[in-house]
């Protein structure tokens, strides 16, 4: 039977980053490679704080869970093809052939193209470009990383740590924020700060092993209103201690209210879902069929819209904010739509097989 919790839970996260974008767009905390704030206080950028430190990981954590489950039904060799197509091909060949767009924006909007000589040939212009437009498939090009070494893992582990995982109860679930602290102590790549190896990694074998098991999610489920109670108060400690502080970077991005209130979240987000989201209506169904598309094209009409804004227009804060999200929202459900059905776009940008006649 198909857990639509978590399809419930990634579509929902999904919307929730692209609303986090709208506001890291216009943001005052981190203001490299955005347009910047429009006031010099903004209590908007408080929604910041209250996503970051806990979607990512949940995203990897269904990631893991993900894999897990398809692993029960397909071979090794099956789901390396299957995660290289979706997330290899992507983030590499697909940046050749449409990211560089995005890179494009990306490098007006940081006014790169002001420090970049003429003598520059096109053609390494157009790999800079490529390569700027990186941007939110970061977690695609991890992803495969991780998938590649739960191949290799799972040859040699042979279902031992699996079977052992079983057991974890409520205790030892929240136990676990001690060697997730820990893992986002190392392996941080130091300029490109998202490349948080170490903590996203360790989320998505805890999400393989630990809440694979239907029996850990049931047990959490039971305490779904007290995790939802405290994820707010952790929520609340961690924001009036940190705000102002930049929460991408060490050492707020890891230190011990992020860390807390971040994986208690994902405890309380598992669990609620569970209990209150487990199925799927219409549009729920909608969002999930296209949540990837989300994910990969929402920056693009974003930051579109907010860089023509802000060079052409003196409108208001509220309109920009309004009209970037809607920008966000629709743009990229009309380019998945469209680029999913131009058969080799479609495989170089989303990594989708040729549709069957």
């Known amino acids: 039977m198909r857990k639509y ?31 910047g704030p ?62 560089w767009i995005q890179g494009y924006f990306n490098m007006a909007i940081s006014d790169a193209f002001q420090t970049i000589s003429d003598s520059v040939p096109g053609f390494v212009l157009y790999l800079i470009m490529a390569l700027s437009g990186t941007g939110v498939l970061w977690f695609i090009q991890m992803l495969w990383l991780y998938s590649l070494l ?45 490349y948080r190896f170490g903590i996203y990694g360790f989320t998505f074998f805890l999400g393989y092993f630990v809440f694979a098991h239907d029996e850990v999610i049931e047990r959490l489920s039971k305490y779904a209103e007290v995790l939802i109670v405290a994820a707010v108060i952790l929520a609340i400690t961690y924001v009036a201690l940190h705000y102002g502080d930049n929460y991408a970077v060490m050492p707020t991005v890891n230190c011990i209210p992020a860390v807390a209130y971040g994986w208690i979240a994902c405890l309380a987000i598992l669990a609620s879902m569970r209990k209150w989201g487990n199925t799927m209506p219409k549009f729920a169904e909608f969002m999930s069929k296209r949540s990837f598309g989300l994910y990969v094209f929402h920056y693009l009409p974003l930051s579109v819209t907010a860089y023509l804004l802000h060079k052409y227009t003196s409108v208001s804060a509220l309109f920009c904010y309004l009209f970037s999200a809607v920008a966000a929202f629709l743009g990229s459900l009309v380019l998945y739509e469209v680029i999913a059905r131009i058969p080799v776009l479609r495989w170089c940008v989303l990594g989708m097989k040729k549709k069957k006649s």
């Open 5 to 35: 919790y978590l399809d419930n839970i990634r579509w929902l996260t999904i919307v929730l980053v692209v609303v986090y974008h709208v506001i890291y767009m216009f943001n005052g905390i981190i203001t490299d490679g955005v347009i």
């Open 38 to 99: 429009f006031h010099e206080k903004q209590y908007q950028d408080g929604l910041q704080y209250i996503l970051y430190p806990w979607f990512m990981v949940l995203l990897f954590i269904v990631a893991g869970m993900s894999s897990r489950y398809y692993l029960e039904k397909h071979t090794i060799k099956e789901f390396i093809r299957s995660r290289t197509r979706k997330l290899l091909v992507p983030s590499t060949i697909g940046l050749l052939v449409f990211g």
């Open 150 to 194: 739960l191949a290799i893992v799972r040859k040699f582990e042979k279902g031992r740590i699996y079977a052992l995982s079983q057991k974890t109860n409520i205790v030892a679930a929240v136990l676990l924020v001690i060697p997730v602290y820990l893992s986002g102590l190392v392996l941080n790549t130091p300029i490109i700060a998202v």
